[in-house]
């Protein structure tokens, strides 16, 4: 098994850059020297020694999705290094895959779970000789991942295997583009490899475009001036060139939402949910309701057609998803309460990673070819519907959330309780100015390594949308749309916080819910 030297695990792992656009999460203060150095070593361990499945069901190693999350929080080296300490406890060494993984045979192991090592050395070598946008395209979004061609024996499906086991080869990946890191790149890559084409029938093979196309990326990309990415050059920000063409109009990803809801043909009862123990709704759901949700999903797209991928269009759409997800995890949270031990709200493990995989929209969204990047919008909504529809197709009663929820929570030990405030103090029966400091504060030092991961997220959606007000979202089909403000982000958060524990002040570590609805 080859392992980088020093001075190699450095270019892979260096000390992280600057987001790669403006419309990037941003980073907290409490970043310093110290902290990025702790980040890189960590992962540089993390990278040698340790497999990205820790047993053979394929539970994915975390690591360094907990570490980017609370890095980006502002997170100290000691705290890093304690974190990253969490996640060794439980890990698997390394090990030696059967043989290793060339250009002749690299379509043959798809989905063999003990060749991760050598389809990481493969793509550490394709990220090293080429420009890391290009292998993200040939191997992710092009014809050939996908349908396949000459000398390769059915269809890759490498699209379906990004998204596959709730995003988490995309969540890799992101973290690798979002913070510079070419070494999660190539894990991610190698993650999407041994995955199984989990979703095929969400993907259909319209959305490729044939070798040769007139539209091809290297066109697109050109006319877009979007970034090259590559070992040799780091990223600045981009934009795109809007086109000033006529645009197809197409549905809010809201009223899509609305529909899934009333259609009948996605109940739990027409699909045949819920399962025993073992089988899998997601598999259930994508094979007899896959191609209905794909063609619901191609009428949201389609304003993305041709030239329509512009940057205000892409914006546009990460923000309706970012929005979406937040309401299927958060308010169908609260809906079914009643599902949940604590009868409060049901912090669902499946939709927290609808939340937790749109944060890194944007760092995709900032290298690829608008056609990909369409590509990626289209396939990941579709995704996150299906995952909606697994898991019971909750109610989304969001008058009665708003109703019921604050947008001011705080920890338990601030309130009546804590120390009086000093004369002349402004709003000193606010126990917490500003909701999301305390947040932070809580969730920096929590050991379950999703916390971080959708807290960032819910958080960067505050700070991008919060100004929405009441009556934004008028006009589209979903029942109480009118009602969602900016404020959705920090009611979903104090939800989560309660639910999963204000560990730093004293209370026990919760779980998340599993039971669906």
Known sequence: MFTPKPEELDIWFPYPSSPPSSQVPSRLPGITYASSAALATALKDNHVKWHAYFNDLGFHNHASHHLVAVYALGAGGPLIEAAYQTHVAYMRPAFESPEPIDEKNFWVHLGKREFYNSYLEFFRAQLRDKDMVDVLEDYVFSFKANIGGSGIEGEPHMLPRFYAALAHPMIHIGCGLEFGFFGLVAEGLAQAATHRDQGKEL???????????SSSRSVSRLSALIPSLSLRKRPSASGRTASHGEKTRAPHAFTILARVLANSAFSAAEIGLPLPEGSSPFDLVTEKAGSALAELAAEWAADMDGEGATSITIQKKIEELAWMNAIIYGVAGWGGRDRS???????????????????????FAAYLSPRSTALLLQTYFVMSLAWYVARGRPALPIREFYEATTSKPSPPSLGSEGPAAAKDTLTPDDAAANPWLPIIQTTLTHPGEHVCKLQRALMHNATVYGTRDAGHFTGTELEGAELLDGTLFIRVAGLTADRLGWMKEGQEQGEWDRAGF
Not at 203 to 213: A, I, K, M, R, T
Not at 341 to 361: E, K, W
């Open 203 to 213: 993907v259909p093979n319209s959305l490729f475009q044939q070798p040769g196309d």
């Open 341 to 363: 031990p604590t009868r409060q709200y049901n912090a669902d493990f499946f939709f927290m990673h609808l939340v937790t995989s749109s944060l890194f929209l944007p760092s």
